[in-house]
C-alpha cells in the first residue's frame, strides 16, 4: 500500500506561482511513476505531468512551458513547479504513482490539493 500526501496549494494571482509537492510513503516499489492530474468541478481528471523514477517526463500540451516536473527518489517526493498561472488552472491537483506488482500495475492517489488562480 501507498499513501500520498499533496501539499503547495492555494490562491494566486493570474501571473503567479505556486510549487506543489508530494510525498510517498508505504511500500513503494523503486521502479515508479509519479505525476500531477487536475480535476475542475464537472470535468474529468486530466494529466498535467509525469515523471519517471529515471527523470523521464511527459507534460499536457497546454502546460509545457509553464509547468515543471521534477523529483526527489530519495525522499520519495514529487514536485510541480507553476508559473504564470492563469484562471483557467483552477483545479483540485492530484498526485498519482503507479507502478508494477508481480506484473501487475497498481496506481494510487492523493486526497488533492486546491489550486485557485484569481484577482
Known amino acids: 500500500q501507498v499513501q500520498l500526501a499533496e501539499s503547495g496549494g492555494g490562491l494566486v494571482q493570474p501571473g503567479g506561482s505556486l510549487r506543489l509537492s508530494c510525498t510517498a510513503s508505504?511500500?513503494?516499489?523503486?521502479?515508479?511513476?509519479m505525476g500531477w492530474y487536475r480535476q475542475a468541478p464537472g470535468n474529468q481528471r486530466e494529466l498535467v505531468a509525469e515523471?519517471?523514477?529515471?527523470?523521464?517526463?511527459n507534460y499536457a500540451n497546454s502546460e509545457k512551458g509553464r509547468f515543471t516536473i521534477s523529483r526527489d527518489n530519495a525522499k520519495n517526493t514529487v514536485y510541480l513547479q507553476m508559473d504564470r498561472l492563469r484562471p483557467e488552472d483552477t483545479a483540485v491537483y492530484y498526485c498519482?504513482?503507479?507502478?508494477?506488482?508481480?506484473?501487475?500495475?497498481?496506481?494510487?492517489w492523493g486526497q488533492g490539493t486546491q489550486v485557485t488562480v484569481s484577482s
Open positions: 508505504g511500500t513503494i516499489f523503486s521502479i515508479n511513476t
Open positions: 515523471i519517471t523514477e529515471g527523470g523521464k517526463t
Open positions: 498519482k504513482l503507479y507502478n508494477y506488482k508481480l506484473g501487475v500495475r497498481d496506481d494510487y
